[in-house]
């Protein structure tokens, strides 16, 4: 997944480039092509440990929100940092438009979706907002392959509509108002924007170079909002439970869950990956159920074998899904 720079000046550090076996070129199954369940397994990883993040955040709803967030991915940057170096993974130095690629990454992905879910549950029940997001599947079913230069899978498209539907049973509906479904809409456009706005940079960057640069990037853009709306001396309100929980979402939720979607969505692609994110509601309801919420309804279990089904037929390889788009 990760290519080596062209000059010593366009990366960050000169460490050895990753192995060849993260690297586009060389990784076996391509966007377009057959999808290998170990190139998903870390896609279900990441999306997991996304909708493990439903519980953990109860814990920071009195907590400032920007101040908060940038503490959250600031230390997401320096364990990515740390970890990459480690590893010996290079690290590209973002280069002419890619800034914007990743600079809108972040803006969207990282500062706006988290804006539009706060004050969306302010307007409406939890229940839209993840309706909402849960319908990206079909977001990214169409645009991901255009980005990519192919055509949509129609096996994914058909699929797509399937894994919302299960996911809809899962979190339920709920009310709201004319605000809340423009916050609503506005966490869809966000969530499809973090995996779409990276398509274009993942080859040279893979799934270290976009994670890392997102997040430092989101991290600064927190921290101006911090200043400018709260103050840091905010931060002195949270306790040890809400310090636990941002620190989690920093390491596990941020840092962790960011590679392995990154990497799942470089190796078969946005529009394939984008059906995982049916698995953030159900591992919701399994983290609420750990943690002492209760044995979900009929409606739930419905839904889990609604994603599953969505998600076998959209997963098998497609003879037209790497077809590339014919240029005039």
Do not use: K
């Not at 199954?29 to 990441?46: E, M, N, Q, W």
């Not at 966490?187 to 893979?206: D, I, Q, S």
């Not at 989690?248 to 941020?254: D, K, P």
């Amino acid at each position: 997944m990760q290519t080596p720079p062209a000059s010593p000046s366009d990366a960050t550090s000169t460490s050895t480039p990753a192995p060849a076996a993260d690297s586009p070129a060389s990784a076996p199954d391509s966007p377009g092509g057959s999808t290998a369940f170990r190139d998903l397994v870390p896609g279900i990883a990441g999306m997991a440990l996304v909708g493990s993040s439903v519980t953990v955040s109860r814990a920071l709803v009195d907590a400032p929100l920007f101040a908060t967030q940038a503490v959250r991915y600031a230390a997401a940057a320096l364990l990515l940092f740390a970890l990459a170096r480690a590893a010996r993974v290079t690290v590209h130095r973002p280069r002419g438009r890619e800034w914007l690629w990743l600079a809108g990454i972040a803006a969207t992905g990282l500062v706006l979706f988290n804006v539009a879910v706060v004050r969306g549950v302010a307007r409406a029940e939890p229940a839209v907002i993840a309706v909402a997001v849960a319908s990206v599947p079909i977001l990214l079913g169409l645009l991901g392959p255009v980005l990519e230069g192919r055509r949509p899978s129609r096996r994914v498209l058909l699929a797509a509509p399937v894994v919302v539907a299960g996911a809809v049973l899962v979190e339920g509906t709920g009310r709201t108002d004319a605000a809340g479904v423009a916050w609503a809409a506005l966490a869809l456009g966000c969530e499809a924007a973090f995996t779409l706005l990276a398509v274009p940079v993942l080859r040279r960057h893979g799934a270290w170079g976009v994670s890392v640069h997102a997040v430092w990037l989101g991290a600064l853009m927190l921290a101006g909002l911090t200043v400018a709306f709260e103050g840091p001396a905010e931060l002195t309100s949270l306790g040890r439970v809400q310090w636990a929980a941002a620190g989690y979402l920093a390491v596990m939720v941020t840092a962790v869950a960011f590679l392995l979607w990154y990497r799942t969505v470089a190796a078969v692609g946005a529009g394939r990956a984008g059906l995982l994110t049916g698995v953030a509601p159900l591992a919701a309801a399994g983290a609420g159920v750990l943690t002492g919420g209760g044995v979900p309804g009929p409606a739930v279990w419905l839904g889990l074998l609604v994603v599953i089904a969505g998600l076998a037929s959209g997963l098998r390889p497609d003879r037209a899904a790497g077809h590339p788009l014919r240029r005039a």
